[in-house]
């Protein structure tokens, strides 16, 4: 009788491990916020339930784009194998990955409509991005906003999947992924899925419409203290002329080559900037006689060296008062927002390797990976802040944290260090004990081995005070 105890009790012990102990915790944070349910009042694709409803589905697989699941078939050997993840979020278990593909399949263009309103509705309850700007509106401060494109390859076969821009690859098919990010929040203020053969150029106006919508940017006063950061791409005539028209501060490269290497011609004197990519040795200067907008602007000439000859480029702005090394800096800045943010997406979010043949199926996954995105963004702002304000004094928190050093300050420089893959892998993929009572986790006990879980550990205990989860590190 003792033995068979013995064995029952390891049992249950073995059930509570997780090995997203970690993300098990967040669960009530995400719960009270209302994330989910939203897309489960908004979202109704017509599939019929069994065991479990479309919106269901949904959720499960933002759950495992959160949980590092690169691809669908991910879901059944991460996500559907740990109870304890699946019960923190309300289900006894999970959905096979076949099932989710089914639904994924089912998606019409009404459902990506119907999931485009629902993010909306994330999006004005948890945003970090409308409050900055409303303060820049106060302040009269200008803010910066990143619009880009990036190839997606996919199936040749795949619906809307044709030869096109695809940097350092040839012969490619796939779809244009555009994106605006908001570089100081790096949030994820819209995406759009085009043909694989889309410029930049023409899918600037629908993009600058829809990011107007999440926005609510309804008159000039608003669009005039935002500043339109692009590349080339965008940079014709139409989209400089609409930009300005529509009372958008701009910087922008100009489209046309050879009308840049027309305009370099009447710089007056090349002063040395900062090298560009590769260490490439740059020049700049200001053109004289610029080209006409409509509206007065300062234009920028950069002459990179390249091959015994110069490779020439023109940057667009409505500063007219900062000087030529400012302009650079700012425009350079551009690789760091959405080029990284792309690339982050695809390391940690595995935002490339999911691939659907239905255009709208690839659409749906599209949105619930920026849903992923922004969730992430949104909770590392919730653990930096819960560490800011949280209401233990120092004393106290030394006491109680003594065997958590260092304090809150290294631990919100560290989660603010934290890139997509990183926050992914360090702060949701930690092994531990689980104990959840009728739906609701109660402790988490973290393994102690991983790398600055002490850090992370005080993040969590600030976060989750309010919730009354008990957090601490396992005994090994």
């Not at 948890?126 to 106060?138: D, G, K």
């Not at 692009?230 to 100009?254: C, I, P, R, S």
């Not at 200001?286 to 940057?315: G, N």
């Not at 922004?374 to 802040?385: A, E, F, H, Y």
């Amino acid at each position: 009788m003792a033995k068979n105890k013995k064995q029952k009790n390891r049992k249950k012990k073995t059930n509570k491990n997780s090995a997203y102990a970690s993300l098990c915790a967040i669960a009530p944070v995400i719960k009270d916020k209302n994330v989910f349910d939203v897309i489960e009042q908004k979202v109704e694709i017509h599939q019929k339930k069994v065991e479990y409803s479309p919106t269901d589905k949904l959720v499960l697989m933002t759950l495992g784009i959160m949980s590092g699941c690169d691809v669908v078939f991910d879901i059944n050997r991460k996500l559907r194998v740990d109870r304890p993840l699946l019960r923190a979020f309300g289900y006894s278990k999970c959905a096979d990955q076949s099932v989710i593909q089914d639904t994924l399949n089912a998606v019409t263009e009404e459902n990506v409509m119907q999931m485009e309103s629902a993010l909306k509705a994330i999006w004005d309850e948890n945003n970090l991005t409308v409050p900055i700007l409303q303060n820049a509106r106060i302040e009269g401060r200008i803010e910066t906003i990143d619009i880009d494109l990036s190839g997606m390859p996919s199936s040749k076969k795949s619906e809307c999947s044709t030869k096109g821009y695809f940097p350092e690859e040839k012969n490619i098919y796939g779809r244009q992924l555009a994106r605006i990010v908001f570089p100081k929040t790096q949030e994820i203020i819209s995406e759009s899925l085009y043909p694989g053969n889309k410029p930049s150029c023409k899918a600037f106006k629908p993009m600058i419409e829809k990011m107007e919508r999440i926005l609510n940017l309804t008159d000039k006063s608003q669009r005039g203290l935002i500043r339109l950061r692009l590349d080339a791409g965008f940079g014709t005539d139409e989209n400089v002329n609409y930009a300005l028209w529509k009372g958008y501060q701009l910087l922008t490269k100009m489209y046309s080559a050879k009308r840049a290497k027309s305009l370099s011609k009447s710089v007056t004197e090349w002063v040395d900037i900062s090298p560009g990519s590769g260490g490439k040795i740059r020049q700049a200067g200001w053109v004289t006689k610029p080209h006409r907008y409509c509206k007065k602007t300062k234009q920028l000439a950069i002459r990179t060296h390249k091959d015994k000859q110069y490779q020439y480029s023109v940057i667009v702005t409505t500063d007219m008062d900062s000087d030529i090394q400012t302009i650079i800096d700012d425009y350079d800045g551009r690789s760091g927002v959405p080029e990284s943010s792309f690339c982050q997406d695809n390391q940690g979010l595995g935002n490339r390797k999911r691939r659907k043949r239905g255009f709208d199926s690839q659409r749906m996954l599209m949105l619930l990976t920026q849903l992923a995105h922004n969730l992430i963004r949104w909770i590392q702002n919730w653990m930096t802040s819960a560490l800011e304000q949280s209401e233990v004094d120092k004393s106290e928190a030394e006491e109680e944290l003594s065997s958590c050093k260092p304090h809150s300050e290294k631990a919100i420089k560290t989660l603010n260090e934290f890139g997509m893959k990183r926050f992914v892998r360090q702060v949701f993929c930690l092994t531990g004990k689980v104990k959840i009572k009728e739906g609701k986790v109660l402790s988490i006990a973290i393994n102690p081995l991983y790398p600055l879980v002490s850090r992370i550990i005080i993040a969590f205990k600030a976060l989750l005070k309010p919730y009354g989860i008990s957090v601490s590190l396992d005994e090994i």
